[in-house]
Structures are given as structure tokens and as C-alpha cells.
């Protein structure tokens, strides 16, 4: 299994460093999505080993702009599985 433990701080302004647990090594992607469902950015896509991680988002999309103040999910997917977490951007 894997799990989404934290995002600290929440809300953030400009950054906030995501926890993650992950229990068997494999692909993992974490991914921040705005309200409406549309990829923000992808903050991890590759293999893990198992054990604690941390990323950071900086708040910025894809293409380097700053995002939007409101609300935006990370969504952590990898061995079959898919977690979401709300996260609050504020300016």
C-alpha cells in the first residue's frame, strides 16, 4: 500500500512540501490537478523504492507560471492504487 501522510504547510503560499509513504517499490506518480480536473503539474513520475518520501510544489504549473489562488488536489497513483488530497493555495 502506499499513502499520502501529510502537506505541510496547508494552505501554503508559494510552497508545501507533500509526505508520502510508499510500501512496495514501483512507478509511482504524484500529480497536482485543479478543481476542474486539469493536470497542474507532475511533481514525481518514476520508480520508488519503499519507504518515507517528500516533494515539494512550488506552485507553479508546468510551464513555470505562478498557479491560481484556490483549491488544487495531489493525486498520488502506482500498484493499482489512486489517493487524492486537497490542498490550498492561498495569496
Not at 500500500?1 to 510500501?23: C, S
Not at 507560471?65 to 493555495?89: E, H, N, P, Q, S
Amino acid at each position: 500500500n502506499m499513502a499520502i501522510t501529510g502537506i505541510a504547510p496547508n494552505p501554503f503560499n508559494p510552497r508545501t512540501t507533500i509526505h508520502f509513504d510508499v510500501a512496495r517499490a514501483g512507478k509511482i506518480r504524484l500529480s497536482v490537478y485543479d478543481l476542474r480536473g486539469r493536470l497542474v503539474k507532475d511533481l514525481v513520475a518514476q520508480e520508488m523504492r519503499p519507504g518515507r518520501h517528500q516533494v515539494i510544489w512550488n506552485g507553479r504549473d508546468r510551464d513555470g507560471r505562478a498557479a491560481a489562488t484556490g483549491i488544487y488536489f495531489v493525486r498520488m497513483t502506482g500498484d493499482g492504487t489512486a489517493l487524492t488530497a486537497k490542498m490550498v493555495l492561498a495569496k
